[in-house]
């Protein structure tokens, strides 16, 4: 089930709404952020933010995953988290504004979204290799590499890249 809001040292993880649509295309629209995502576009739109929430709303409302606002009391959405059912697992996404970087951000909302994830199946997530700090953030928060590097596509990128699988350490 999915919760209404998780609660961690210093965030809110929450639905998104279409609200915080302006500042996900904001902070989506930084190319150092758009290029890590796979679907994201360069200089995404507002209505295009609207679009996504509302796809993720209906993703939660059918029990296939779900999506939360990464919200930092005072200032508000700062990033997004996810985790969606893939056959027997659960794939994790997120991603923070360029401000949020290299705070911890990441990972205390990844800690905070794991018994969530847990109930879905094994978890499971990658990054793209160019953005090792992802990874890091990704060990911090329990998960370890698998060996495997994957092509996976980027929008804003109008490519594939190389991803780092990695998995939840028991």
Known sequence: MTPESIRTERLVLRAPE???APRIARFTADPGVARMLGSFPLQQTVVGAEGWVLIRQATARR????S???DLPGEGLIGLIGADRH???AEIGYWLGRPWWGQG???EALRGIMP???ELGAVVAD???DNPASGRALEKAGFVYTGEITPRFSLARGASAPARLMRLAA
Do not use: N, S
């Open 68 to 70: 939360f606002a990464i």
């Open 105 to 107: 951000y990441a990972t």
């Open 116 to 118: 969530f994830a847990r």
């Open 63 to 66: 029990g296939e995953g779900a």
């Open 87 to 89: 056959g027997d697992a």
């Open 18 to 20: 279409l609200a915080d």
């Open 127 to 129: 990054h793209f290799a």
